[in-house]
């Protein structure tokens, strides 16, 4: 414990953020890094308590609670305020291969775990961690750490999001050599396509992947496998394969009118767009007239719908409005949604706040969905809203509740169902009926021998963090079949 009585000698302060009206006239991340002395303080209101539910990723009431990387973070916020920067950036890499990422894009499992969270406010993990890794980049720390042997053994990584950075990093530092393809131009799956340059610098993902190259990584980008490559070949050519593609299948919107009609998006197709265009300099030439003076609906309440609020206000939008299917949630906390459970509460994020300081009101519009699209000569002009209700575990219609609202951008961020299947069938992976890659219950092999898979594919859409700590245990596994031991 850093200092006895911390946390009630500190309040929690969290990184400073460029105002919402002065963030929206560009893409740059927004977020800045307290000075050293604020770090120090926040670090020490951490307790060290007795049960660090923090990094426990243990099951409550069918809720996973606390990292499930299961960071050291006690032991590292110690280490931060002794002035012990790179002892705390020794024991954070010890469980998180990738902090730059989840110290900007994860939603902070272990905050919501913090004991000072249960009657006040928790400790900034979040921010802690990512003052950690930027500190070590900037003094040059993260050097590559290049496996003293080599096993002999090849592995291919398909796909570089979260979970294939993870895997290749693991089965790399293990001593294997490992190839990642990428069917995209650039590394980094959703981290590079999906979460918009301003939660996430590009640059940050570019920098690490020179670090995985210097420790011996090989990245293939434009290459997609299934289409571009035969598996089979994958197969002759190395000793184990590892898929880790995403759940990528989008799912639609069920919508009278809404086939063939332009001007309807998946969310995840709009942001790679905007993302591959900012990159080359050329929004205004390419996505910005979709956007600008435009009158934007956004179906989803999810990151990637508020993602796409803030990416349209960027653009120039004239309006931004948001449905959400569900109910508008409760301010607090629930009786059955006790700490150290994840808070079921509203949450505005940083789409939202934009929104209501550009346009004067908060854009979402609870219990709502789409029921009719209305196009001219192909075009999308309006939308038919309608409420909707629970009723027994079915979603209905209100009768009556209809509206019609102007749209010119309808941007679906639904969910996903799954994996896309052209590679599962050209492996000859069999599927679960959620549509991601079966596998039996805690492995992550497939039905295919030398074939496994991780992130996204093999769990479902879910977090970055999580896409994390399914390559490492991944990574455990396959070091197990190619060794017939393993030691990670």
Known sequence: MGKIGGFLEYDRKENKRIAPGERIKNFLEFYDINDVNER????????????????????????????????????????????QDKHALSRLLKTNPFPEFTGRVCPALCEKACINGEHGESVTVHDNEKYIIETAYKNGWMEPRIPKHRSGKKVAVIGSGPSGLSTA?????R??????????????????????????????????KKLM????????????????????????????????????????????????????????????????????????????????????????????????????????????????????????RAANNPWPQWPKVLKTDYGHEEAIEKYGEDPRIFETTVKEVIAEKGVIKKIVTVKVKFDKGQLKEVKGSEQTIPCDLLLIAAGFLGAQEYLPKAAKVELAPRGNVATEQDSYKTNVEGIFTAGDMHRGQSLVV??????????????????GYTNL
Request: charge should be positive; include cysteine; hydrophobic fraction near 40%.
């Open 40 to 83: 120090r303080c926040q670090a020490a209101r951490c307790m060290d308590c007795g049960v660090p539910f923090c990094q426990s990723a243990m099951s409550l009431g069918g809720m996973v609670v606390g990292c499930p990387l299961h960071n050291l973070i006690p032991e590292w916020n110690d280490a931060i305020f002794k002035e």
């Open 169 to 173: 990093d693991t089965l790399n530092k």
């Open 175 to 208: 001593g294997h050599q490992v190839t990642v393809f990428e069917r995209e131009d650039r590394i980094g799956g959703l981290l590079m396509y999906g979460i918009p340059n301003m939660k996430l610098d590009k640059k940050v993902i570019s920098r690490r």
């Open 213 to 332: 190259e210097a420790e011996g990584i090989i990245f293939k980008c434009g290459i997609d496998v299934g289409r571009d490559i035969k598996i089979n070949q994958l197969k002759k050519e190395f000793d184990a394969i590892v898929m880790c593609c995403g759940a990528k299948k989008p799912r639609p919107l069920n919508a009278k009118g809404i086939e063939g009609v332009k001007g309807v998006r998946f969310a995840v197709d709009f942001l790679t767009d905007v993302t591959k265009n900012l990159l080359a300099d050329a929004l205004d030439k390419s996505v910005a007239p979709s956007v600008k003076n435009k009158n934007v609906v956004v179906v989803g309440g999810g990151d990637t719908g508020n993602d796409c609020i803030g990416t349209s206000i960027r653009l120039g939008a004239k309006s931004v409005t948001a449905l959400e299917m569900m109910p508008k949630p409760p301010v607090e």
């Open 466 to 483: 999580w896409a994390i700590a399914e390559g490492k245990a991944c990574a455990r596994e396959v070091d197990d079949y190619l060794m």
